[in-house]
């Protein structure tokens, strides 16, 4: 399990849940970004619950390893969407283009 330290508070949550979040603090950062996210987290009475973050670029988040007695806290949905977020964020890679330069004759493709 990881606490996640944010803002003036922490949160205790699974080890995936906790790396995607501070991967998607990142991106969100390097894409001057914000968003909301509901994570699952251990809540102050111990039971399994939702926490709301608001993450963007002045966001500083920090996962540390935490011993836990219970299960970890597991939600491969929650991770694999975030991760999706994230790809989605980039970065970004160039493509061929098919069609808009063939009508340039004076185009120099050396140059480019």
Known sequence: MKRIHYASGSV?????????????????????????????????????????????????IMAESEHFEGPELLDDDFVNGLDDRVAALGPRRATFVRLGTESMDDLDVDML
């Not at 979040?21 to 111990?46: D, F, Q, R, S």
């Open 12 to 60: 205790l949550t699974g080890d995936a849940i906790a790396d995607v979040l501070v991967k998607y603090a990142a991106a969100l950062a390097t894409n001057t970004a914000a968003a909301e996210v509901h994570a699952p987290a251990i809540l102050e009475t111990g039971e399994v619950g939702e926490i709301v973050m608001l993450l963007g670029p002045a966001s500083q």
